[in-house]
């Protein structure tokens, strides 16, 4: 009855039916992890003991109840290392829940497995981690995608039925289409982000990665929410995302921005945006063109902004508070400098120099106000979009190509920013945003849709229209 794609609302009726224990499940997995993970290094680690403890005593009539979700490991869990796939954080055990975590737990799931990632969310291609790279199970000779690389490969190759990532600019979108699973990003504030090891405050938000749309409505149902202990935190009422799922989507009007669809795509990119187009014209769908004029600068501010914003953050792990501390030092400046120098990877640095830069004298008007500019410019492209010219969502690709070659020694760190062009413009905004797979004869290609702010209900809509019509 079991296999590596069953999702999680077939394996809930399957455990309130009695045809099989929480116990038989976690075994299922923990021996697929077992045989996979030690090549694929999707999971930095995981505890078979003690998830079948919490299976022992799982109700399965809970929404979640004896379900496993791995975790990513910059998602605090109390009691277990939370290394966010860094040096830096190697011992640090997190002597609290994330609110994401707790929701799950409260919701009866299993926390099984610290997913790996690009370090400190860092990456979009999951070869950042201290702890190895992780392999695209489509194909091992390709990347994941980042930073949520080991949440969506651990989901593509049945290591586990759904992961917890978080999208700081496309971390769960991208891995989703490049690895073929789905990938859900909510609008910012709809998920707590307390206990999510900050990256950039203004654009994380945690997410999902699913075999199907069915199971990122069931997840965010459970995980969004006010929460008091996050101040961006947001209170917009949380409707129930499965009702209404299967509805369709007759009538409803869909943007495919001119900009999305240029010359710099792959074939096999524009191949599964035309097939997404007819299908969604096939399910009654209106598809119209528009155009979103400052698209070209999203990736320029985007970068400016978060390696901004990771500057400010990673500050904090000086080697006194906590985190690596220096062995070598011999007085206070030289045990800053050297345990930052020892515990933070080369694209860490990359990016707190760059952030701090952007910020110091002289340069702040000059690169970080105009970031926060394009960044408005950014947003009222969309909000026109689906106010004056009509569209309920926006349609377009996640990257602008298949997964690259795993250690590509051609690809420049220039070029994986480049190629955020298509996800980095939703958190900017802060839209909420799926990554649907495509059915592709090669390595696996996702498409994007993207929502009014709040209208998670409706994106999930279309994408279950969009998935069916694969079938």
């Known amino acids: 009855m079991m296999s590596p794609e069953i999702s999680l609302n077939v394996l809930q009726n399957a455990l309130r039916s009695g045809k099989i224990s929480p116990s038989e499940v976690v075994e299922y997995y923990a021996a697929r992890m077992d045989e996979l993970n030690p090549r694929l290094n999707a999971l930095l680690s995981y505890d078979k003991e003690a998830a079948l403890a919490a299976a022992a005593k799982a109700d399965v009539n809970l929404p979640l109840g004896g379900l496993p979700v791995a975790i990513k490991d910059n998602i605090c869990r109390k009691g277990i290392t939370t290394s966010c796939a860094s040096r830096m954080l190697e011992n640090f055990h997190s002597p609290y829940d994330a609110t994401a975590v707790e929701k799950l737990l409260a919701a009866g799931a299993i926390p099984f497995g610290r997913a790996n990632m690009d370090e400190f969310a860092m990456g979009s291609s999951g070869e950042n981690s201290a702890y190895g790279s992780t392999q695209n199970p489509a194909d091992p000779q390709h990347v994941p995608g980042g930073s949520s690389s080991g949440s969506a ?5 049945g290591l586990i039925p759904a992961a917890l990532g978080s999208d700081t600019g496309g971390s769960v979108r991208q891995p989703a289409s490049h ?6 990003k909510p609008t910012y504030g709809r998920i707590s982000r307390y206990g999510l090891v900050a ?20 997840l965010l149902g459970i995980l969004c929410g006010h929460d008091e202990k996050d101040s961006t935190s947001s209170s917009e009422p949380v409707p129930d995302f499965m009702s209404g799922l299967h509805d369709g989507i007759k009538g409803m009007r869909i943007g495919l921005p001119r900009e999305y669809t240029g010359g710099g795509n792959a074939e096999s990119v524009s191949s599964a945006l035309r097939d997404a187009v007819q299908a969604l014209q096939n399910a009654g769908a209106e598809i119209c063109e528009i155009s979103l004029p400052h698209a070209e600068t999203a990736v320029a501010s985007y970068y400016i902004i978060a390696c901004a914003e990771a500057s400010s953050n990673l500050a904090r792990y000086d080697g006194i508070r906590y985190g690596h501390r220096s062995d070598a030092a011999l007085d206070p400046d030289a045990l800053f400098s050297l345990s930052r120098a020892e515990g933070f990877g080369e694209e860490v640095k990359r990016r707190i120099i760059l952030g701090t830069y952007v910020l110091s004298g002289g340069y702040y008007d000059a690169y970080y106000a105009r970031a926060q500019k394009a960044r408005a410019l950014v947003a009222q492209d969309f909000a026109k979009a689906f106010t004056e010219l009509g569209v309920q969502l926006i349609l377009g690709p996640v990257a602008p190509t298949p997964a690259p070659k795993l250690h590509a020694e051609d690809i420049t760190p220039l070029q994986t920013y480049l190629a955020d062009i298509y996800t980095v413009p939703a958190n900017l905004a802060g839209l909420p945003a799926i990554s649907v797979p495509t059915p592709q004869n090669g390595l696996p290609v996702g498409v994007q849709l993207l929502a009014p702010h709040f209208e998670e209900a409706r994106l999930l809509r279309a994408a279950v229209s969009l998935e069916q019509s694969w079938k």
């Open 153 to 157: 490969a651990a989901v593509a190759a």
């Open 179 to 184: 690895c073929g699973v789905v990938g859900f």
């Open 199 to 218: 990256f950039a405050s203004s654009l994380d938000q945690i997410g999902t990665l699913t075999h199907c749309v069915e199971d990122a409505a069931l």
